[in-house]
């Protein structure tokens, strides 16, 4: 069950009413039907009203609702009429029979408080469920709306509606068997404004996902806390603390970006950015502080964003090969990780999380707009949502996750870098597989976004590389060896093959 829309207040029962059994904004209502209601109205279960033929009805009803709220001369400053929906998802409408819509909406008042309670000395309130059938987007769902002035006049608590809807949503996908929302356990993304959803149906990338995405390879490069805070000022990100009373101690964290109409906009690091993004999780990622570590993470806090210095970016020469090289390592970690030995939490834990911070590394600098690689990083991302409290790990080549990073943001722009991307989308499959148990869908969506990555951005031929190696400057077989003057892995193993001796 998809988790409900988030309850909304409101002044106007007569005017909800006449929406939940009119034509919709889209003409997308065509089943109306009250699926339960409170005893008061009158209503039997499974009425239907036709919002041309029985408007009389539809707004006496919605008058009904309100009446007595009417003649006690109740107006709550902050609105009375308390209104969320619940869904299904597309491929699992019509799961659930018109009697258990209704048992769902009866538990719901329940948990809620919004029914009589003799012992407690409560009053109920006046309530509706109204069934809509399929949505625009293929949803099927109901909407609950409640009047909070009770009969006695006292106005219903609204308190921790959302948790309690959550929990209730959690209850009935194990009671009837349907998919499960994964931000209930801990794993769920930050959800979207009305904004937002704008922006995605325009094709136009969330300015907050591309902040993520630079905030999590930050987070990996950076070996202590005040490097976190000078990189991400330094990649063109606005950072600012958030204090503890005594103001001695660093809490948490926002970040801002400049959108296209130069206004600034700030979002909270686990609110909005990601959970793991949260400060107490990123400090998972650096050693255990010190009274030195901690007074340079403050002083790092404090100072401002224009003293803060990004990474230098060396030369091209010293650069040569770092694309294939970090490619090559990477492809060693997929070949490794797809071995069971290695499958214990700890190890798919912090690989999951690296392994988002390459591709998010990649996507910031590969695509200014959204793309396949964004959409990969955005997936991996939402795979490394984890519920806090695992086991730290020193993961298989956590720093070569990290070298790879620091390849992406520092080394000169090249052809080779579409190696490493495929490197990355081996170890995507790995971490896809991961997710087939308790994730289906997650693993469905990022074996789906795979093939779109690998055909995006293909493989360079040897002569590609070899011209761009020439290009560059690049050291002849004299030189000194070294990571930079290893061949380029032309012969990289595609995702899904077996690896095998290179010819």
Wanted: proline share 8%; aromatic share 4%.
């Amino acid at each position: 069950m998809n988790n409900f829309i988030s309850p909304a207040r409101g002044r106007h029962p007569v005017g909800l009413v006449q929406y939940l059994f009119g034509p919709g904004s889209n003409r997308e209502h065509t089943d109306q039907r009250i699926i339960a209601a409170d005893p008061v109205l009158g209503c039997a279960d499974g009425v239907r009203l036709d919002h041309l033929d029985e408007a009389e009805q539809i707004y006496a009803l919605g008058r009904d609702m309100d009446s007595h709220r009417v003649l006690l001369q109740e107006y709550p400053a902050c609105g009375w009429v308390w209104h969320c929906a619940l869904s299904l998802p597309p491929e699992e409408a019509g799961r659930l029979s018109d009697e258990q819509w209704a048992h769902i909406a009866r538990t719901a008042i329940t948990r809620l408080r919004f029914d009589a309670d003799t012992a407690a000395g409560r009053a109920p309130c006046r309530w509706l469920a109204v069934h809509h059938g399929l949505s625009t987007g293929g949803n099927d769902h109901v909407h609950l709306m409640v009047n909070l002035v009770a009969e006695d006049s006292t106005l219903a608590s609204t308190w921790n509606d959302r948790r309690t809807m959550s929990r209730l949503c959690a209850e009935m996908e194990n009671r009837y068997g349907l998919g499960r929302v994964e931000g209930r356990a801990g794993r769920g993304m930050p959800g979207y404004s009305k904004a937002e959803h704008q922006r995605l149906k325009a094709g136009l990338q969330l300015h907050r996902h591309r902040a993520a995405r630079i905030v999590r390879a930050c987070a990996l490069v950076a070996a202590s806390e005040a490097e976190f805070v000078r990189l991400a000022r330094g990649s063109g990100l606005e950072v600012r603390a958030r204090y503890s009373l005594d103001r001695t101690a660093v809490t948490g964290y926002s970040v801002a970006v400049v959108d296209e109409h130069q206004m600034v906009a700030w979002y909270g690091a686990g609110g909005r950015l990601a959970a793991d993004l949260t400060l107490p999780r990123l400090r998972e990622h650096w050693p255990c502080p010190t009274p030195a570590t901690q007074a340079a993470a403050l002083a790092q806090w404090c100072r401002p964003a224009v003293a803060a210095a990004g990474l230098q970016t060396p030369g091209p020469k010293a650069w040569t090969g770092a694309w294939v090289t970090a490619a090559e390592r990477i492809e060693q970690i997929a070949v490794q990780l797809a071995t069971p030995p290695h499958h214990d939490a700890a190890t798919r834990s912090r690989t999951t999380r690296d392994t988002a911070a390459v591709a998010a590394a990649l996507a910031v600098r590969m695509e200014p707009t959204a793309g396949p690689v964004t959409e990969l990083a955005d997936l991996l991302a939402k795979a490394a949502q984890i519920p806090p409290g695992r086991p730290r790990s020193d993961a298989l080549a956590h720093k070569d996750m990290r070298s790879a990073v620091l390849v992406i943001r520092q080394a000169p722009q090249s052809a080779a870098w579409s190696v490493l991307l495929h490197a990355v989308t081996a170890l995507a499959e790995v971490i896809a597989a991961w997710q087939r148990i308790g994730r289906p869908h997650l693993a469905a969506e990022l074996a789906a976004v795979l093939p779109y990555v690998q055909a995006a951005h293909p493989l360079p031929g040897a002569r590609m590389l070899a011209a761009h190696q020439r290009s560059t400057g690049a050291p002849g077989p004299t030189s000194a060896p070294g990571p930079a003057a290893r061949p380029p892995a032309v012969g990289l193993t595609p995702p899904g093959r077996r690896p095998g001796p290179r010819r």
